[in-house]
């Protein structure tokens, strides 16, 4: 019997933004080469190209999805796109990892979650806790029980953008906002460590001047009374920090997104224990290899279920603002 060969994946990104710049760099650390790249502007996507030896850029983002060469279609333009290019790749049978926000609201990935059940496909958010080595190694820590429950969870994140109107970060037509671009990583990181779904979250709300939210605060508890308060804001700087409290000890991580160590400050004692895994440098790549490995598996490792999870409370919390973008109306 021969030993069994894999096949290499192949993957197409579609945009050319930053963030299509690190997976391209990503694949290249995996020995990889990225096979395909689409952008609206065409010129974009041949500089690209260029820059990175793609092999293929299409002339048109449609004929990303038919190109049956394709395995795997990672989409990072912006969020309200997100949904429309999600389909066609799902449709056309394309495993598919999405930026975060993946889509607007529930109803829309729903409808995706959907299509790839349907046809057996791997969908997945590009959140980068989900797939950093340090949280798995945290959430075996927290599991053995060693700390004792987990009890309360802070989590902040600030950035400070300008007013500038036409910057995605505060243009409704680009569904700009807090909560879609940094709420997400810190609800992300807050329903990781919670037992179960939040079921009971309040929360106030200040508005951009272009009817987007700039800023606001929430507070979830779940069924085991575990509750998390979040702090976000677009238009002041603050850490991006999270405190894990539990009944022996509490976890604190600085720049939890790609964070690559965190401490346990033992409360009896006090003795701090740092705890070490992966590489901040690298998350991109464990995005990738998580991916490709729930492709070859067809078990999904992309914690879809808490996407879902998540985007269920970001809905629900626009939903009690009031606040739609052009395409929710």
């Not at 820590?141 to 600030?158: H, W």
């Not at 109107?165 to 992300?188: K, Q």
């Not at 996407?307 to 809905?315: A, E, L, R």
Request: charged share 30%; aromatic share 8%; glycine share 6%.
């Amino acid at each position: 019997m021969g030993e069994k060969i894999e096949k290499e994946l192949k993957w197409a990104v579609l945009g050319t933004g930053i963030i299509a710049n690190e997976m391209a760099q990503a694949l290249e650390k995996m020995g990889k080469k990225l096979y395909a790249v689409a952008n609206r502007t065409h010129s974009k996507a041949v500089e690209f190209a260029e820059k990175y030896g793609v092999q293929k850029v299409y002339d048109k983002i449609e004929d990303m999805f038919t190109d049956e060469k394709t395995d795997i279609i990672y989409i990072t333009t912006p969020h309200n796109t997100h949904i429309k290019f999600m389909i066609e790749a799902l449709k056309n049978r394309k495993h598919v990892l999405c930026e975060k926000s993946i889509t607007l609201n529930s109803e829309e990935l729903e409808e995706a979650v959907k299509i790839a059940k349907e046809k057996n496909l791997i969908l997945g958010e590009a959140m980068t806790i989900f797939n950093m080595p340090l949280y798995t190694k945290l959430l075996e820590i927290v599991n053995s029980g060693k700390l004792g429950d987990v009890k309360m969870i802070q989590v902040n994140f600030g950035s400070y953008k300008e007013y500038d109107m036409n910057n995605r970060f505060f243009n409704r037509n680009l569904a700009g906002g807090a909560l879609l671009d940094i709420g997400v990583y810190a609800i992300s990181i807050a329903r990781l460590f919670m037992t179960s779904k939040p079921d009971n979250v309040l929360s106030q709300v200040k508005y951009a001047p272009t009817g987007v939210d700039e800023q606001a605060s929430i507070i979830m508890m779940n069924k085991e009374q575990q509750m998390s308060t979040i702090a976000l804001t677009l238009h002041s700087k603050q850490p991006k920090r999270v405190v894990i409290a539990c009944e022996k000890a509490y976890i604190e991580i600085t720049e939890y997104p790609r964070a690559d160590k965190a401490k346990i400050v033992y409360t009896e004692t006090g003795e701090v224990e740092e705890i070490t895994a992966g590489m901040t440098s690298n998350a991109l790549q464990y995005e990738l290899q998580n991916m490709e490995e729930s492709v070859k598996t067809g078990i999904n490792k992309m914690k879809l279920e808490y996407t879902i999870d998540i985007m269920d409370i970001m809905t629900k919390l626009r939903k009690e603002w009031g606040m739609t973008y052009p395409e929710e109306e």
